[in-house]
């Protein structure tokens, strides 16, 4: 069985074709991808739950610049404060798809999106969404929350397709030897493709979570969706950071990682949802 590890060497280009100065890169459509599903998804729970079409209309928007902006902001002042606050290009790189180089910017698209950034954004998006239609709070949060993982994996596998985010030495038979890290060294060994793991998950938690809305379509709007996708999503998360290297230099000697600790806060929230809303008076919001 050791001998197979040799047969998975992973080597694709980042680039699936280039339009003059642009190149599509297959991170940036695997992120289209994923958000133009859940786009569906969410547009065919709006329609079972005879939401007025005028109000899905702007939910897009929200979501979008929520979770784009929101997992820019993350990557860079969770992981990379130091620098990003180094200087005022790299502080403009926080915020626009490009690097300063040799007295030149260059076009790269942002390199550096964070997944709790994004999920902060996207509720944040969301509540703004909420208060310019005043739809339920909660049922917006479940929607979202049904279709969530389908985006988390189209994302983890753009990942995946980057080499990047990758795992400790295995020798498991379905060990990577990830070819194109920018690190020769670290391509030296077979190491677990975290990333794919994460993607089989969040597939997976998409079934589960439509299996709930079919079986109990009548708790939507009481935050169990929501609850239901949080606790699965960074449950998984914690637990396949183990297989993961660090991320950034701080992280090295850390018992549990940046994206594990982020990611208890969420689990927390979660199962709050699961068990409840009374937790919510507390705090001025209750389902309704």
Not at 33 to 60: M, N, R, S, T, W
Request: net charge positive; aromatic share 20%; charged share 15%.
């Amino acid at each position: 069985m050791q001998d197979l590890l040799a047969y998975i060497q992973w080597n694709p280009s980042e680039i699936i074709f280039e339009l003059g100065p642009i190149a599509i890169r297959w991170y940036a459509v695997c992120w289209i991808v994923g958000l133009g599903l859940a786009y569906l998804i969410v547009e065919k729970l709006y329609e079972q739950q005879k939401i007025k079409k005028e109000l899905f209309d702007p939910l897009f928007f929200y979501c979008f610049f929520g979770i784009i902006i929101g997992a820019r902001l993350g990557h860079c002042f969770f992981y990379e404060p130091s620098v990003y606050l180094s200087s005022w290009t790299k502080f403009i790189e926080v915020f626009v798809p490009m690097k300063y180089s040799m007295g030149e910017w260059h076009y790269t698209g942002f390199e550096g999106l964070a997944s709790h950034g994004g999920t902060l954004g996207l509720m944040l998006a969301l509540y703004l969404y909420y208060r310019k239609t005043r739809l339920n709070l909660w049922r917006v949060f479940d929607n979202i929350a049904i279709a969530t993982p389908v985006t988390a994996c189209f994302i983890r596998l753009g990942n995946l397709m980057n080499s990047e985010i990758i795992g400790k030495v295995t020798d498991l038979p379905w060990g990577f030897y990830f070819l194109n890290t920018g690190n020769p060294m670290l391509g030296m060994e077979p190491r677990h493709p975290g990333q794919l793991y994460e993607a089989v998950c969040y597939f997976i938690f998409f079934f589960v979570g439509w299996y709930f809305y079919k079986k109990k379509p009548e708790k939507v709007g009481q935050g169990f969706f929501f609850g239901l996708c949080l606790t699965l999503i960074f449950t998984a998360r914690f637990f396949i950071e183990f297989t993961k290297i660090d991320q950034v230099d701080f992280e090295n000697g850390m018992f549990l990682n940046m994206g594990q600790l982020l990611s208890i806060p969420f689990v927390i929230i979660g199962l709050l949802c699961l068990k409840g809303g009374n937790w919510m008076k507390h705090i001025g919001v209750e389902k309704k």
